[in-house]
């Protein structure tokens, strides 16, 4: 108990937080208007964010103790309890999953026409599992929520998606529920290893012997490494975007693929610490072929929700290179990266299909000259591209100078590479603007003129505007939530004794079998 700070609050925060979602999709039910139901759906998700708010001014910055923890008997025969709380690492990611949630109901306010009331029930769904996975803090929970999200996000792709949306969602299924499966057998072994709980911080506090960690690094690491996705696990992930409706997409890049990092930093790094410093090399290995091979198949792209999904395998590289390098400006990095590309990749995504809907076209090479014909996406498209590509005073700059800083403290070539891949993303970000916004208008915009963003539009995309210089200026206000807890991972990772040798681990496997 001495890890955690129990709930001071006069009422269950996390609990209200994880569960508004769920009654209100049940409210939605009962609705049979479709204003009604979009609506309905604002103020669901607007409610979560507020809700939300409390847990900010009153967390505890200098600790790295969970807080606002509750915890309840549910199977207490088999060691369950109904056990939730947040530490540094899992604030930011209630705050942005909750903006996220609300703007991905705003930007299909008129882009879904057709079963609008099962859409938003998919949408409040998938936000409540969500929630869920980042306050959960027992396995049983945890899987339940890591499984809930599944099935709503299947359905956005496969019912609302583009022509190749049946083939798209099959893939995304298999391929997270393998992962998943995978997990959920390290979780037993967990189980009955670790005394029949599933208490994830008991479970976090024990030694496990190195074949053992082994084994389950492994079986964890299928579920993450598919979920990031890291290369060479990442080809569901364009077509999944590339067919998913626009609000599928952003939670699909804003929040679903960090619960792959979230699952390392929460589980894999605490837990079997002998197993992360074997598989470092690999990894950081990994790591920079999804940075190179990330950004150079974008210049080869064609469709522009393709190449910011492909745009996604690169940055991702970014941040697992961040997390295991396994130092204080390293991990950091990768935790403030993925709030980064939360914010930037969902704001592409928005602007993409902002411009769907008026040009009904994907093709790069349908655009051209838009900065003319649309001042004002030009201007504001050029402020996501900046911050993609890391300019100073954004919350690129800051993400990925944490993770070079700490790749090069590991490596100077994997330093080196990494500040390669940043080259290759200004590239490839740069011409794409060159190519949509500058040369020749498209003939066809010439006799049916673009209209530019509306108010809705506007206000969309303000928050996250203001998120890319608010971190981009001053990073500390979202650092000093995770320091401590970061410090104390380090220490837990650290802990870990040096495996990094091929023989020693045929050895341990072959005496483990």
């Not at 209200?16 to 979602?21: A, D, G, M, S």
């Not at 959960?136 to 998606?161: C, K, N, Q, R, T």
């Not at 999944?240 to 589980?267: C, D, N, Q, W």
């Not at 870990?496 to 079998?513: H, S, Y």
Request: hydrophobic share 55%; aromatic share 14%.
């Amino acid at each position: 108990m001495e890890n955690i700070i129990l709930n001071q609050l006069n009422y269950p925060v996390l609990s209200v937080i994880v569960f508004l979602p769920v009654i209100g999709s049940l409210l939605i039910l009962f609705l049979k208007n479709n204003n009604a139901i979009r609506w309905a759906a604002l103020i669901v998700t607007t409610a979560v964010f507020l809700s939300a708010l409390p847990v900010l001014s009153n967390f505890d910055k200098t600790t790295y103790k969970m807080q606002f923890v509750e915890r309840y008997p549910w199977i207490p025969s088999w060691g369950i309890n109904y056990f939730v709380g947040i530490d540094g690492i899992s604030i930011l990611f209630i705050f942005l999953t909750a903006l996220l949630s609300i703007l991905s109901v705003l930007v299909s306010w008129r882009a879904i026409g057709t079963k609008v009331k099962e859409f938003h029930i998919a949408i409040l769904t998938m936000e409540a599992g969500m929630l869920g996975v980042f306050v959960s803090l027992d396995f049983l929970l945890f899987y339940i929520f890591w499984e809930a999200m599944l099935i709503p996000m299947f359905l956005l792709i496969g019912v609302w998606g583009g022509s190749q949306r049946i083939y798209a969602a099959i893939k995304f299924f298999l391929y997270t529920l393998v992962g998943s499966v995978l997990m959920l057998a390290g979780i037993v072994v967990l189980y009955f290893y670790g005394g029949k709980t599933l208490d994830i911080l008991a479970l976090s506090s024990l030694r496990y012997p190195v074949q053992l960690q082994l084994w389950l690094f492994l079986a964890f690491f299928a579920a993450f490494a598919v979920k990031v996705p890291m290369f060479p696990f990442h080809t569901w992930l364009p077509d999944a975007h590339t067919e998913a409706p626009t609000a599928g997409s952003v939670i699909l890049a804003g929040i679903l693929i960090k619960m792959g990092a979230y699952g390392f930093l929460r589980f894999s790094m605490p837990m079997f610490p002998d197993a992360v410093k074997f598989f470092t090399g690999p990894l950081l290995l990994l790591s920079i072929i999804a940075i190179i091979y990330g950004a150079l198949v974008c210049l080869a792209q064609k469709d522009l929700k393709r190449l910011i999904a492909y745009s996604s395998v690169s940055h991702m590289g970014f941040v697992t290179l961040g997390l295991f390098a396994l130092n204080q400006q390293g991990v950091e990095g990768g935790i403030l990266q993925m709030i980064n590309h939360g914010i930037i990749t969902g704001a592409f995504f928005l602007m993409v299909g902002i411009i769907y809907e008026r040009t009904h076209t994907r093709v790069i090479s349908d655009y051209g000259g838009f900065a003319s014909a649309v001042p004002w996406y030009s201007g504001i498209f050029i402020i996501f591209t900046l911050a993609s590509i890391g300019l100073p005073g954004t919350n690129g700059f800051i993400g990925e100078f944490l993770i070079i800083l700490g790749a090069f403290k590991v490596k100077m070539l994997t330093g080196a590479l990494a500040a390669a891949g940043i080259i290759l993303s200004a590239g490839y970000m740069l011409w794409l603007y060159q190519r949509v916004f500058f040369e020749k208008l498209n003939p066809n915009y010439e006799h049916h003129p673009l209209t530019d963003l509306n108010l809705r539009e506007v206000l969309i995309l303000t928050p996250l505007i203001i998120l890319v210089f608010w971190i981009g200026i001053y990073p500390d206000a979202f650092l000093s939530f995770m320091r401590p807890s970061v410090t104390h991972l380090i220490e837990q990772a650290g802990s870990g004794a040096e495996t990094n040798n091929l023989a020693q681990f045929i050895k341990e496997i072959l005496g483990w079998i």
